[in-house]
Structure formats: structure tokens, C-alpha cells
């Protein structure tokens, strides 16, 4: 399975847009990267999937880099309930989800 | 849309006791996971389960039992609560090959 980082924290304003980055260098041609965020006091919530190119829902985009070795999650207009850690995962087809595997993630603090 | 449950919210043990979480969900899903969380670390998966009366060790599957059986509730057990050990177990469930539903956590506190 491949490696994935992120940083650790980022901070934004309320209406800012975004762009939280996960670089998973190691990525097999089987894997798809998966974005999930955990609001305190709750489980994960799943936000988007994606193998290549751009992949968009009514939540966020996911912009994936030619090589696939980079992914950067995009939220637009983020609010106060945006704050939550981000967790990028990568991981085998889609039929393998029992090996998810969540690390530390990306913390974002929103500001008023 | 359905809803994962998982009962207590709050266990406080003590040390050496034996303890059991419970979890249950209506979204006819045929996975089911129980996860650790620590203050500072990722999740990490203690047992998962594919169907009704199976179970797969997780990578922290020593110390806990686990149970499922029925499709709908998946049960994990502390075998021998460690003294001041804290953590939140997650449970979670999805159908084969889509993304995983989490429920709000069970609490562990252990004096």
C-alpha cells in the first residue's frame, strides 16, 4: 500500500477556498485515492474518490497530477463546520476498503 | 439513508476487566470494522469482518475478541482492560468495494 503525506495543519478564513495537498509518490497503477474528514466527536465522513485527472461532487474536486503522485483536495467557500482533520488514503481497487489505512491527516482550522 | 450505532458512548473500566462494545447497522451492509483512535494517531483497524460469522484480524487485533453474529451488529471485546489506557473504538461498515460509514465512537476510559 502506498505511503501517503500531508500536512499537518493548515488555517483559512471563512469563504476562502482550500486546496488541502497529499503526495503519495509510491502509488501503485492499481490503487485510487480516497479523501476523508473527521469532525470532532465523530467517525470519518467519506468526501471523494478519484484515479486520475479531476474528479468533482457537490462537497469538494480532486485535482490528481499526470504522474498520480500528487493530489490536492479542493473545498470552495469553506465555513466554520469545514474544520475537521482531512485524511488522504491510498489504497488497492475499490474492492479492497478492509485495508484503508488512516494517518495522522491534515488538521484545518477555520477562522470567522 | 441508514445509521451506524454504537453503544456505550461512555465506558470507564478497570484494569484487568473485561469490557464489550457494541455496534449495529441498518444499512444492510455486508462489512463491518472496528478501528482504534488515539490522541495523536491515526486510526488503526483491530478487527473487520466480510460477512455474518466471520471475522479477519486487523493489524492491532491482540487484546480484543470480536463478534459478528448477525449481518447487522458487529461486537468487539477487551479482553483484559490496561490501567489509564484511553481511546476511541470506531466502528464502520460499507458494502463490498464502496467507501466506509463510521458511527460516533465509544469512549474507553480505563482507571
Known amino acids: 500500500l502506498a505511503k501517503t503525506t500531508q500536512p499537518p495543519s493548515m488555517e483559512a478564513y471563512e469563504g476562502q477556498e482550500v486546496n488541502v495537498s497529499c503526495s503519495h509518490t509510491n502509488i501503485a497503477t492499481s490503487e485510487y485515492i480516497y479523501w476523508y474528514r473527521q469532525v470532532p466527536h465523530q467517525g470519518p465522513q467519506f468526501i471523494i474518490q478519484?484515479?486520475?485527472d479531476y474528479v468533482v461532487n457537490e462537497v469538494a474536486s480532486l485535482f490528481i497530477s499526470a504522474d498520480r503522485k500528487l493530489s490536492t483536495l479542493s473545498l470552495p467557500w469553506v465555513s466554520l463546520r469545514d474544520a475537521a482533520v482531512y485524511y488522504c488514503i491510498v489504497t488497492g481497487n475499490p474492492g479492497n476498503t478492509r485495508k484503508l489505512i488512516f494517518g495522522l491527516g491534515t488538521t484545518l482550522q477555520v477562522q470567522p | 439513508g441508514g445509521i451506524i450505532t454504537q453503544t456505550p458512548k461512555f465506558l470507564i473500566g478497570q484494569e484487568g476487566q473485561k469490557l464489550t462494545l457494541k455496534c449495529q447497522q441498518n444499512f444492510n451492509h455486508d462489512t463491518m470494522y472496528w478501528y482504534r483512535q488515539d490522541s495523536g494517531k491515526g486510526l488503526r483497524l483491530i478487527y473487520y469482518s466480510i460477512t455474518e460469522n466471520d471475522l479477519q484480524k486487523g493489524d492491532l487485533s491482540e487484546g480484543y475478541d470480536a463478534s459478528r453474529e448477525k449481518k447487522s451488529s458487529f461486537s468487539l471485546t477487551v479482553t483484559s482492560a490496561q490501567k489509564n489506557e484511553m481511546a476511541v473504538f470506531l466502528c464502520?461498515?460499507?458494502?463490498?468495494?464502496?467507501?466506509?460509514?463510521f458511527g460516533s465512537g465509544t469512549r474507553l476510559t480505563v482507571l
Open positions: 478519484g484515479y486520475k
Open positions: 464502520a461498515s460499507s458494502i463490498w468495494g464502496e467507501t466506509l460509514y
